[in-house]
């Protein structure tokens, strides 16, 4: 997962993902409170972000950019060990920044 997605369809997937692996660590933690971590309040923020991103992708009011998404702040403050998907949000992100990788370069 080291190249940007490469359409609209595979970038919107990418997002549906994010938020499918938010869900499964909110439904761990209820699951079993002693193997994840308890403070889960950037979770729900990236989930919300990721969902309102989502919907904007729906709707066509989503546009890329040159800066960096605005739940990177909170990703950035994390690593693979609380958030195991994370690879996946710098991908995201790069996508946002760079475009869609329509050379497949």
């Not at 990418?14 to 889960?40: G, R, T």
Request: proline share 2%.
């Amino acid at each position: 997962m080291s190249t940007r997605a490469k359409t609209a369809a595979e970038y919107a997937g990418l997002v549906d993902q994010a938020i499918d692996e938010l869900e499964d660590i909110i439904e761990a933690a209820d699951f079993d409170i002693d193997e994840v971590d308890s403070n889960l309040g950037y979770i729900h923020a990236l989930l919300k972000e990721m969902r309102t991103m989502r919907a904007s992708m729906t709707d066509g009011s989503y546009q890329f950019g040159r800066r960096d998404l605005p739940w990177m702040r909170i990703v950035k403050q994390h690593t693979d060990q609380d958030l195991p998907c994370i690879r996946l949000f710098y991908l995201i992100n790069q996508t946002h920044r760079e475009g869609l990788d329509i050379d497949g370069a």
